[in-house]
């Protein structure tokens, strides 16, 4: 880890605790942690940075943890089982904090492009884009008027119903390393279809992350089309 990395690190873990301590005492936030609350306190008002190893294990352990169950308490079903995740998609802020979390904890390789599908995919894709200091794109259901080349994917679903992705085709490069992320995966048709393009485009696969998996299915199925980190913030059945 050079010395920009080990920055860049140590405010991510203080901008995790930062948020924790939005709904928790510094007593709270030290059970929640494991760490000393001075030290704690410390941290969150920025007279101390905390060192590279505490700095790794509150973003990549605490904070995965932590942030799984806030995401938790933001989400509702209904009673057919669609779940309601507008308290977190459009929570820009919140999302920021998720991309640091998810690249720490699934160690997905640095991508050129975050792909994803418009629209509840953006604000995690814009997100993610801006940790990994990457472009992003979003494939959408129907095609832009003013473009001309388009990379589509297409898959008749078990209903009966065809699902149709278009990706401009100068999105992504050939040989660009591409992570595929989305709010939610359940069936991971959407999943599969994000990484046919990615592959249509031959571009290569840094792996696939989504805020919230329902059942694996979804997850084994993007898992059996790449070798590259699969993974979801959390998980219901």
Known sequence: MNRAEKAALQLQA?????????????????????????????YVNGHVLPGAERAQEVVGGIGRETLAAELEARIGFDEEGYVDNSGVVFDQPFLDLVAPVAAEAFDFDTPDVVLTAATDGITLGAAMASHFDARVAYAKKSKETAVEEFIESRQRLASGIELTYYLPAGAIDAGESVLVVDDLIRSGETQELLLDIALQ?????????????????????????????????????
């Open 201 to 237: 485009a031959d571009a290569n696969v840094a792996g696939v992350f989504a805020l919230i998996a329902v059942g694996d299915e979804g997850i084994d199925r993007a898992s059996e089309i790449t070798d590259a980190p699969v993974g979801a913030l959390t998980r219901f059945e």
């Open 14 to 42: 203080v901008a995790v605790l930062r948020t924790l301590k939005e709904t928790r005492t510094y007593d709270e936030l030290a059970e929640v942690t494991g760490l000393p609350a001075g030290d704690l306190n410390r």
